[in-house]
């Protein structure tokens, strides 16, 4: 099994600090997606990277995939209230079918 | 469009029952996935199909686990008998890989096994 290791576990912050999150494995993955769950609801993809050193920017989001392909963080801007969730990071080999999850970072964002 | 439609959304069952967890995917996608979201074990994939047809049964837990997927918009993920252990979030995942690599996921069908 492949493993991917989510840090922090827990994260709770006011409105408006900065945030990252971070996701490491010693596997290579051909991509790599974040996503974003809230309670009672199914994970929602936020972004996929394929290439190493590649930087996605979503609005206050900014994904960058490890040169190696190996890891990846997550760095939010002016965290707000909405911003609270799980997010989980995938790693994907191949045709990205068989997606191997990490075990998530819960984010609180206080107002 | 409508996403993945999941049922039931909570089941409350007594250990050695059957469970049945019923999926339709979005139409036109060609994948369907099954996960299964704990808080010991986080999401982890336990089989998916590629045109109704098992591609990857390796995520099955036991022999008490079984999924079918009879035609393109129904999929069933059966438990027989069910055991406390098995009580956690089931996900329908579904995707066209032509049209994009996006996985839609279902709300979640919640397992409680008493």
């Known amino acids: 099994t492949q493993l991917l290791e989510q840090s922090p576990q827990f994260l709770s912050i006011q409105e408006g600090e900065n945030l990252t999150v971070y996701c490491n494995s010693s596997?290579?993955?051909?991509?790599l997606q974040w996503y974003r769950q809230e309670p009672g609801e199914g994970p929602v993809l936020l972004v996929t990277?394929?290439?190493?050193?590649e930087v996605k920017k979503l609005k206050r989001l900014t994904f960058q995939f490890g040169d190696a392909r190996k890891d990846s963080s997550l760095h939010i801007t002016a965290a707000q209230p909405g911003d609270t969730g799980l997010y989980l990071c995938?790693?994907?080999?191949?045709?990205?079918?068989?997606?191997?999850f990490g075990a998530g970072t819960i984010l609180r964002v206080k107002s | 469009d409508a996403g993945v439609i999941q049922s039931p959304r909570h089941e409350v069952t007594e250990m050695g029952q059957e469970v049945t967890l019923r999926c339709k995917p979005i139409s036109g996608h060609d994948y369907l996935f099954w996960y299964r979201q704990t808080m010991m074990r986080g999401l982890e994939l336990l089989i998916y199909?590629?045109?109704?047809?098992?591609?990857?049964d390796s995520g099955m837990p036991e022999d008490r686990f079984s999924a079918k997927m009879p035609n393109a918009s129904f999929s069933t993920l059966k438990i027989q008998p069910s055991e406390p252990r098995d009580s956690a979030v089931y996900f329908c995942?579904?995707?066209?890989?032509?049209?994009?690599?996006?996985?839609?996921f279902g709300e979640g069908s919640w397992l409680t096994v008493v």
């Open positions: 995938a790693g994907a080999h191949g045709n990205g079918n068989k997606l191997v």
């Open positions: 990277v394929v290439t190493g050193g």
């Open positions: 596997s290579v993955f051909s991509s």
């Open positions: 995942a579904s995707t066209n890989r032509v049209r994009g690599n996006t996985i839609y």
């Open positions: 199909f590629n045109n109704n047809v098992p591609i990857d």
